[in-house]
């Protein structure tokens, strides 16, 4: 599943569980005109972490995730982490492309 959104909120790196799993957790907003706008709180662990860390809030990322239900002492709870993200553009609004560049020799 793909969600396009900008980062409002980077959590800190964060050490859960018994086992020590290293845990960060990002929410994105669509980026709409609407009233109501969709969010999701997607969750990065272990080296997934390290493919945030050039990203902060305020930028527009395209983010691959997995979801998984769970069930913990009677409980169900959802889980989305994510697998994969790229940036579309940073909070300057430079998306960092280079696909235009006027200084070429080519002759057209």
Same mark, same amino acid.
């Given at each position: 599943?793909?969600? /396009? ?5 980077? @959590?800190?790196?964060?050490?859960? @569980?018994? !086992?020590?799993?290293?845990?960060? /957790? ?15 709180? &997607? ?5 997934? &972490?390290?493919?945030?860390? !050039? ?22 709870? !959802? %889980?989305? %982490? ?6 579309? %553009?940073?909070?300057? @609004? #430079?998306? @960092? %492309?280079?696909?235009?560049? #006027? ?6």
């Amino acid at each position: 599943m793909e969600f /396009t959104g900008k980062i409002i909120h980077k @959590g800190k790196k964060e050490t859960v @569980g018994q !086992n020590g799993l290293e845990k960060l /957790t990002m929410v994105l907003e669509e980026v709409t005109d609407k009233e109501y706008k969709a969010s999701l709180m &997607i969750e990065f662990f272990k080296e997934k &972490i390290e493919m945030v860390d !050039n990203i902060k809030e305020g930028d527009t990322v395209k983010a691959y995730v997995n979801s998984r239900a769970r069930e913990y002492n009677g409980r169900r709870f !959802n %889980s989305i %982490s994510c697998r994969k993200i790229d940036t579309i %553009s940073q909070e300057g @609004g #430079d998306n @960092g %492309s280079d696909w235009y560049n #006027d200084n070429d020799d080519l002759p057209f």
